[in-house]
């Protein structure tokens, strides 16, 4: 993809998917700002790169969010491209489902039949439940405000919205995670319908499983049982998808969601 002379920002660059969503677009041209919660993250990102702007920031501040994006311009100067990565887990939450969840596997795979419940919803804390829709959705909303700010008058500009399989069909055990990437969906779908009138192109990303963390661990192998391909997908797979949609090549996609996902999900 040719993005020459384009400055993008991707939150949540600092490490997995948002790293190589940076590395992809900088190979491709861009000049790229990595916008991470942890600043000795976002600067591994962009030393990484040989250039760029590494910015600390929680997106889920509106305030530190305006502050970015001004520094941002700054330095770079005006924004062609955002992409909304940052995520993330309650991981105490996480820890409390797995288990249970296996126990239904195997008591399906010998019985045909799962009775242990999971309890994910019912022991799910308002502190989990805010955590993640306060980064995933409220996130999305203050970087797009932030960037069209920008992006209206100039009459140009690409916003690559992540959401994820999850909010597509839901997925058993993680409703705050299923309900806020159903959520970006939604706001995708109608910022797109708003803003391409001043140019602006937005489009969304519903990847399926992703190794981010090398190995796979026996943990992710009933992910890997239910993918038609047979593995997961890799973070360059994903990054690859937002490259086209920030490109010219995807002029006529308006509200799309773009799922890299291996079969796990078909339309």
């Known amino acids: 993809m040719n993005l020459q002379g384009k400055i993008a920002v ?3 660059g600092g490490a997995g998917i948002g790293a190589a969503i940076c590395r992809r677009l900088a190979a491709d041209g861009a000049a790229v700002a990595a916008l991470d919660l942890s600043p000795d993250a ?5 030393e990484s790169l040989g250039g ?5 920031a929680d997106v889920s501040d509106s305030a530190a969010v ?3 994006f001004a520094r941002l311009e700054a330095e770079l100067g005006p924004i062609d491209i955002l992409v909304n990565n940052a995520g993330a887990a309650a991981i105490e939450h996480v820890r409390r489902v797995a288990p249970a969840l296996k126990r239904q596997r195997e008591e399906v795979a010998q019985t045909g039949r799962a009775s242990t419940p999971l309890d994910a919803l019912v022991r799910l804390t308002d502190a989990e439940w805010r955590l993640v829709m306060s980064v995933h959705l409220d996130g999305t909303f203050h970087c797009s405000r932030a960037a069209a700010r920008s992006m209206g008058p100039r009459g140009t500009g690409v916003i690559v919205n992540m959401a994820s399989v999850c ?3 839901g997925c058993t055990g993680h409703p705050h995670y299923s309900a806020a990437k159903a959520a970006i969906l939604g706001f995708t779908r109608a910022t797109a319908k708003e ?4 140019g602006i192109r937005v489009n969304a990303i519903a990847p399926g499983f992703i190794d981010t963390g090398g190995a796979l661990d026996a943990g992710r192998h ?3 049982a239910r993918t038609p391909a047979g593995r997961l997908g890799t973070a360059d797979e994903v990054a690859a998808t937002v490259a086209f949609l920030a490109s010219d090549d995807a002029a006529y996609y308006i509200g ?3 799922s890299p996902n291996g079969g796990l999900v078909t339309a």
């Open 66 to 68: 305006d502050i970015a």
């Open 256 to 258: 799309a969601t773009l």
């Open 42 to 46: 976002a600067q591994r990102t962009i």
């Open 10 to 12: 991707v939150t949540g």
């Open 52 to 56: 760029g702007l590494a910015l600390a």
């Open 222 to 224: 009933p992910q890997v």
């Open 195 to 198: 803003l391409i009138v001043q």
């Open 167 to 169: 909010g597509i069909e």
